[in-house]
């Protein structure tokens, strides 16, 4: 049996006048994946959530979200989806409690617990004027309010912008249990950290285009591990180069190393040398990230 | 319409209703509670030295005489202080409220959480626009009641009936006014653009209609403007609507929300 991925679009782009915001998008998330949008400013990931969402209009192309296209059946994809905008904005008029009752009537009742045990957990107080909140607490508030109908997707516009660390552990938590209970989770984020921790896939997009959509664990395969040598002697440039090693920077008796290749044929090398000392960090993400980036902008 | 947010947008416009109804009410009050003195005074002298065009100008009807039993008319006094103005001030309250009632949403960038709940758009224009209806109602009760405690107070007295249905056809014009001003709220998503655009075709309105009584040979112009329909003073007297006028306006009320939520359907939520 297949089961149709939770979003999908064909070409999708959008054109505000002579800025291509997004451009020829073709993207699928499976259903139960936690997907990571990632991308600078200006990337084109807002458009995109804001598209899915039919807060806007593509200039081209479609997207299907839970199987359902975009813009006709628009009130049933909202019915079963959860939203937290990336600027986020509220009735500032209205208490805490007020808005998730709001929201509440509109999703047809029944999910205030929810909101009030998700309140608990990131301790936000409803009762006063959202007036009065902090930038943060206005922050935990959107990702209640997001959260509370228990939606099967999740579509959510840099979550933890604001949030203090702590919080930011618990709202980890929060979302590997939406994963755990079988909610798909959509985000954008430029934190790489946050996506390597709970995304098993990740898009890269950079000026409106896709550069990448990878599981997370096939771009650690991809990664550049930078290692930095010192030697007890100069070392001839010469040496240090092999296929799969991109001498970063050779000073006296120093040398960086970016390591793209296999590294038993480099340690081989080594041992000819005289290493005196070595760092050879685990790669992150933000390594590989960079260099999908840095590859794509030489294009 | 969605009952929830109608009843949120019409807890967050308590205050600047209540303000209006409580500034409209002070002045019918001030207005009626006053005829005494003027109508004393011989004011109709006054009204009568002046052109018959500029007494049309504001709302008096021509086949109605002035004074009654020697003094000037009740009726007449309610109409030139305060029902002739009424619509104006509705009108001006209709292009503030309408400019914004989309605008000022998508301004705050608060369109966001209410269109990614299971909403449809036009029942966000719907709630929006019942809400300025229902200040309206509260305002033409508040008013009437107002007026009658101060006519009451001057020891005179209105026919009920009568005075309601002049607040109400009053009313009806800024209405119409709201209306296109939600229009304009929808099309441009900018307070600024859409009061300016609401209040200077309501401006051209109201100057085509003075022109349309006291230029001769432009009486026809008045036919295209919503204030043309409404004489108060002879509805006070006689009870009698303008029916074309209550329909003219409705249908421009009705016709701008209508138009308002097929343009909101179309535009992009801005970020």
Redesign the interface.
């Known amino acids: 049996m297949t089961t149709k991925p939770a979003i999908q679009t064909f070409s999708l782009s959008k054109r505000y006048g002579r800025i291509q915001a997004l451009d020829d998008l073709n993207l699928t998330v499976h259903s139960g994946d936690v997907f990571g949008f990632l991308g600078p400013n200006g990337a084109g990931k ?1 458009t995109t959530i ?1 598209l899915l ?1 039919d ?3 593509p200039t081209r192309g479609q997207a299907e979200v839970l199987g359902l296209d975009s813009r006709r059946d628009s ?2 994809i ?2 079963r ?1 959860g ?1 937290l ?3 986020v ?3 500032q ?2 208490t805490g409690r007020g808005l998730l009752s ?2 509440d ?3 047809g009742g029944g999910l205030l617990p929810r909101g009030h045990e998700l309140a608990e957990r990131l301790e936000l107080d409803l009762s006063p004027h959202i007036s009065s909140y902090s930038s943060g607490m206005k922050q935990k508030l959107a990702f209640i ?1 997001a959260l509370m109908p228990g939606a099967e997707l999740l579509i959510l516009d840099e979550p933890t912008k604001g949030l203090d660390p702590l919080v930011q552990l618990e709202v980890y938590a929060i979302l590997k249990e939406e994963q755990q209970r079988g909610c798909t989770v959509f985000f954008s984020s430029h934190i790489l950290p946050e996506v390597e921790r709970l995304c098993n896939r990740v898009g890269i997009v950079r000026e409106g285009r896709l550069v990448a959509a990878e599981d997370v664990e096939s771009i650690r395969h991809k990664r550049v591990r930078l290692l930095t040598v010192s030697f007890s002697r100069p070392v001839p440039a010469a040496a240090l180069r092999m296929e799969g090693v991109e001498l970063r920077s050779l000073d006296g008796n120093r040398a960086e190393l970016a390591v793209h290749g296999h590294v038993p044929d480099l340690l081989q090398r080594l041992a000819e040398l005289p290493v005196e000392d070595f760092v050879f960090p685990e790669a992150t993400l933000e390594d590989t990230f960079m260099r999908l980036y840095s590859e794509d902008s030489a294009r | 319409m969605s009952v929830h947010l109608l009843r949120t947008y019409v807890t967050f416009h308590r205050f600047t209703a209540l303000a209006w109804m409580l500034g409209l009410a002070f002045y019918a009050f001030f207005v009626a509670v006053l005829y005494r003195s003027f109508a004393e005074a011989g004011i109709e002298e006054l009204w009568e030295s002046y052109p018959e065009a500029l007494r049309a100008a504001v709302g008096l009807d021509p086949e109605a005489p002035l004074a009654v039993s020697g003094r000037f008319a009740v009726e007449s006094w309610l109409t030139t202080e305060f029902l002739a103005w009424m619509p104006v001030l509705i009108s001006l309250y209709g292009v503030v409220y309408g400019a914004g009632a989309i605008a000022r949403e998508a301004e705050q960038h608060t369109l966001d959480l209410v269109l990614s709940q299971p909403v449809a758009r036009y029942r966000l224009v719907v709630s929006k626009s019942l809400v300025f209806l229902l200040s309206a109602a509260a305002l033409v009760v508040t008013a009437g009641v107002a007026l009658q405690a101060g006519v009451a107070a001057a020891g005179e007295s209105v026919d009920t009936a009568h005075l309601y249905l002049a607040l109400f056809q009053g009313v009806l014009v800024g209405l119409a006014v709201a209306g296109y001003a939600v229009a304009f709220s929808s099309a441009f998503l900018s307070v600024g653009r859409a009061a300016a655009a609401a209040g200077l075709l309501t401006v051209i309105l109201y100057v085509l209609e003075i022109v349309s009584r006291t230029v001769d040979g432009a009486e026809w112009v008045g036919n295209a403007t919503l204030f043309h329909f409404y004489q108060a003073d002879h509805i006070l007297r006689t009870g009698g609507l303008s029916w074309t006028g209550v329909g003219v306006c409705s249908a421009v009320a009705v016709g701008g929300v209508a138009l308002a939520a097929v343009l909101f359907q179309r535009r992009d939520i801005p970020a």
């Open positions: 807002t804001r969402l807060l806007i209009r009130l049933a909202r019915r989806t939203y905008a990336g600027d904005a509220l009735y008029q209205m709001l929201l009537d509109m999703r309010a």
